[in-house]
């Protein structure tokens, strides 16, 4: 079994009241992602802490029920906080952090994470890979800089389309981008 | 059998026909290194291309016959070049920068590179640990963003102290800090 690779650069999304504070108006699309209803927007802020600050970093649709931040472990040390490892909605004792418009500024407490390594499928792709039970594989990387990386949660849903999540982190480290086909095992 | 790891950083190696454009006299010993010998220097030079800079970056000394960067691959994205996956010292086809002090500035041809993940020991430790005849391992990372890192060449000594190298990505992608204990894989 093969997965290709979407590479998640740092993003932020945004629930409606945090919207209304940063933006006039609704989140516009500037084009779709590979998970269906997903899209980046127009729409960018800056991540500020007191240590440092990340500029210009997009926004992702449709809006949420909460506000989440998702960065790397090297964009944690350039903003000196220690984000926890979770997956989207799980953001119990997240770090704060401030999002910058030019509009407004607003810190937003348990927003912040670094999110774990993820695979989107769907109930037929569990089936058809004999997947049933199991919440997590590990993928190789091939290469000089190749690494088995442990840890990559199945994320099923109908609505998902086959889709290895990894943060720049982990594809820097192993020489990996967007589009790129990597073995699963179980 | 376990390794003791020391994150590299950035940093920059210099002959003594650069060292003398960039500095006016010797470099100068801020702090010793685990390895015999190798120090890090006050000196700092930025890095710099046509499309990026990355500024303060540490020499390290003695110096050497050869002048070398060794940056990780998010480094070289901020540079926007395409430097190789190289030993120390193996700088055919490495990619050109600009090193830049208060005092100079001069393009270094094959110069950059990404070093490849490396242990230093001595040859009582390839012994002591059964390594005869093998030329590279693999190490483990546990957690939460766990990997086992492939490729891992053993640089063999009599000078060296059993020390796991590894660049910032990696130890970024896996949480891994300088001092960490990775397990060796044969």
Not at 60 to 74: A, D, F, H, M, W
Not at 122 to 128: E, G, L, R
């Amino acid at each position: 079994m093969k997965v290709k690779l979407g590479v998640s650069n740092r993003h932020v999304h945004l629930s409606e009241d945090i919207l209304n504070v940063l933006f006039d108006g609704d989140l516009t699309k500037k084009r779709d992602l590979i998970q269906t209803g997903h899209y980046a927007c127009d729409e960018t802020v800056d991540i500020k802490t007191d240590k440092g600050i990340i500029e210009n970093v997009r926004v992702l649709g449709p809006l949420r029920n909460y506000t989440q931040v998702e960065i790397s472990k090297t964009d944690a040390y350039k903003l000196g906080i220690n984000p926890p490892v979770r997956d989207s909605g799980d953001l119990k004792n997240a770090a704060a952090v401030t999002l910058v418009s030019d509009k407004a500024e607003i810190e937003v407490k348990e927003s912040c994470i670094i999110a774990t390594r993820h695979i989107h499928l769907t109930p037929d792709d569990v089936s058809k890979y004999g997947l049933e039970g199991i919440d997590k594989v590990s993928v190789k990387a091939e290469g000089i800089k190749g690494s088995i990386l442990q840890n990559v949660f199945l994320k099923v849903d109908e609505s998902f389309t086959l889709e290895l999540h990894l943060d720049t982190d982990d594809a820097n480290a192993n020489l990996l981008k967007t589009g790129d086909l990597l073995d699963v095992i179980k």
